[in-house]
C-alpha cells in the first residue's frame, strides 16, 4: 500500500490539501459550485531536509498555511454573507496604516496568537499546577517525579480541550470535512479511484494526521522534560519553551519512522494518537467528500513517487 505525505487541514465549507509542489484550497459556494484554488510552494532550503530541525520548520510553515487558508474561506462566506456591509472604522483604521501588507500582517499575528495560547496552555499552565505537588526539585529523582507528573497534566489539559471544542456546534461540519480528507487520503493510498463510492468505506482515522502529531509531542515532552527540569521555576518555564522546536521535531521524525513501519509494534504507536480523532473527525457526506476530492487533485503531479511519505 502507498503511503503519501498529502495532507490537509479542513476549512469551513471546504479544505486544503498540501501536495509536493502545491497546495490546494477547494471550497463548495453557496450555489453548490466547488471553487479550488492553487498556489506553488516555497521551494524548500537546506535546513527542511534536516531531520529534527526540519519538522520545527515544517510546523511553522504548516501553521502559515493553515491560517492564510482559514482566512480564505473566512473571507470567501463574509463576502457571500455580507457583501454590502460597511467597513467598521477599526478596519478602515488599519487598512490605511498597513494598506495592502494587512492581510499578511493579520496571518502572521495569527500564528504568533496561536503559539503564545498553546504555550500557555500546554506548557506554562501544566509546569504552574505541578509546582502545587511539593516533589523535592533539589535532588534529579524528585525532578523527575515532577516533570512526569507535569506531563500527565499536560495530556489531561489536551484532552479536556479536543472534548471540549468537539462538542461546539460550529465545529461539526470542520470536523465532517477532516473525516473527509482522511478518508480520500485512504483510499489513494489503496489504489483506488477517487470516487465518492470508494472513499465512503475508508475510514476517518489517519495514522499520519495534525491530532496524532500535536498527542506526539504531548509524549515526548514528557520525556524531554522529566530529564531538563531546573529548580528556578523561571529558568524551568523558559527552558520548557526553548525545547519545543526540538520536540516538535522529534515528534515529526517518529510519526514519519511509524508511519513508514510495517512492522506491528510500531503500528500499535499510532493507536492512542489516531484515538484521539474520535474528537476531531465525523463522518462526512457525499458534498463533503466531493470537495476533498477537488483539493486532493488539485495537488496531484505526474511523478508518482513525488509525494511519497
Not at 214 to 239: C, D, E, K, Q, R
Request: charged share 25%.
Amino acid at each position: 500500500m502507498k503511503k503519501t505525505s498529502i495532507g490537509g487541514q479542513a476549512l469551513i465549507e471546504g479544505l486544503m490539501m498540501i501536495g509536493p509542489d502545491n497546495s490546494a484550497i477547494a471550497i463548495r459556494k453557496p450555489d453548490g459550485e466547488i471553487l479550488v484554488e492553487k498556489k506553488l510552494l516555497p521551494k524548500k532550503f537546506m535546513l527542511q531536509k534536516i531531520p529534527i530541525i526540519r519538522g520545527a520548520i515544517g510546523l511553522f510553515r504548516q501553521m502559515v498555511l493553515g491560517v492564510k487558508a482559514l482566512l480564505y474561506s473566512a473571507e470567501f462566506v463574509e463576502i457571500e454573507g455580507d457583501e454590502n456591509e460597511e467597513p467598521s472604522k477599526i478596519d478602515k483604521f488599519l487598512d490605511r496604516v498597513f494598506g495592502d501588507k494587512l492581510k499578511d500582517i493579520a496571518i502572521y499575528f495569527s500564528v504568533i496568537i496561536s503559539l503564545v495560547f498553546s504555550v500557555g496552555l500546554f506548557i506554562l499552565l501544566p509546569n504552574f499546577l505541578a509546582d502545587f505537588m511539593h516533589f523535592d526539585e533539589e535532588t534529579q529523582l524528585g525532578r523527575i517525579y515532577l516533570n512526569l507528573f507535569e506531563g500527565l497534566i499536560r495530556v489531561a489539559l489536551f484532552f479536556t480541550y479536543l472534548a471540549l471544542v468537539s462538542q461546539l456546534k460550529d465545529m461539526k461540519r470542520v470536523w465532517e470535512y477532516h473525516g473527509a480528507e482522511h478518508k480520500t487520503i485512504h483510499c489513494y493510498e489503496n489504489g483506488e479511484a477517487l470516487t465518492v463510492e470508494n472513499i465512503k468505506k475508508y475510514s476517518t482515522k489517519h495514522p499520519r494526521c495534525g491530532t496524532s502529531f500535536f498527542f506526539t509531542v504531548m509524549i515526548i515532552s514528557i520525556l524531554v522534560f522529566a530529564f531538563a527540569g531546573w529548580y528556578h521555576p523561571v529558568i524551568n518555564a523558559l527552558v520548557r519553551i526553548a525545547l519545543i522546536p526540538f520536540v516538535a521535531g522529534i515528534a515529526l521524525e517518529i510519526i514519519k519512522f511509524t508511519g513508514r513501519s510495517e512492522i506491528k509494534f510500531f503500528q500499535l504507536l499510532n493507536v492512542p494518537g489516531m484515538a484521539f480523532q474520535f474528537f476531531t473527525t465525523r463522518e462526512p457526506d457525499d458534498s463533503q467528500i466531493e470537495v476533498a476530492i477537488a483539493a486532493f487533485k488539485g495537488v496531484q503531479v505526474e511523478d508518482k513517487t513525488a509525494d511519497n511519505w
